[in-house]
């Protein structure tokens, strides 16, 4: 699952964050990147927006590769340990 997040990271950063369960972390990477991008449209405040972009592009890659991911809310609802029944 984290590998996923990343790859899904790399392409709408902030996304892949709210999948291993940093949910305000992954709304601010969003909210920041789509601030960058979107400054990085116009002509002299693309200085702020590139920087910007990239490096919360970047951070969001770092916060999921540094994540615990088999500790969040979200895969332990996915992966439920299963009972095992008992043989008479």
Do not use: C, H
């Amino acid at each position: 699952m984290k590998i996923l997040a990343i790859i899904i990271n790399i392409f709408f950063p902030g996304i892949g964050t709210m999948i291993v369960g940093k949910i305000g972390t992954g709304i601010a990477q969003l909210i920041l990147y789509i601030i960058g991008f979107g400054l990085s449209a116009t002509g002299v405040l693309a200085i702020v927006g590139i920087p910007l972009a990239i490096g919360v592009w970047i951070w969001s890659l770092v916060s999921v590769a540094k994540s615990d991911a088999e500790n969040t809310v979200v895969i332990r609802e996915v992966v439920r340990e299963v009972p095992s029944e008992s043989k008479n």
